[in-house]
């Protein structure tokens, strides 16, 4: 099965920027619709960003604007550049495919993000 890692989380202060990292084993991001999700106690597992087999992006709402997601499928990896984080930022990031458009992967163990002065 593929593996799935994250990496990149942190503490960081309101306004301040993190840059994620997800390296999967395989060579399905050449095929695969990809995305990022968090996930807080208490509230639905959310996809935040996505990026197509073709490098076509959209974004949830709340995090338009701020996060940039990118994909080097040569390096089976994936990135969510996150700028003017906010506390309501604060969860557990993973990585996985996007579940709109293709079949989800065992899911790794995340990285944690917490925002907070």
């Known amino acids: 099965q593929v593996q799935l890692v994250e990496s990149g989380g942190g503490l960081v202060q309101p306004g301040g920027s993190l840059r994620l990292s997800c390296v999967a084993s395989g060579s399905f991001f050449s095929i695969n619709a990809m995305g990022w999700y968090r996930q807080v106690p208490g509230k639905q597992r959310e996809l935040v960003a996505a990026i197509s087999s073709g490098g076509r992006t959209d974004y949830a709402d709340s995090v338009k604007g701020r996060f940039t997601i990118s994909r080097d499928n040569s390096k089976n990896t994936m990135y969510l550049q996150m700028n003017l984080l906010k506390p309501e930022d604060t969860a557990v990031y993973h990585c996985?495919?996007?579940?709109?458009?293709?079949?989800?992967?065992?899911w790794g163990q995340g990285t944690q993000v917490t925002v907070s002065s």
């Open positions: 996985n495919s996007d579940r709109r458009r293709a079949r989800i992967l065992s």
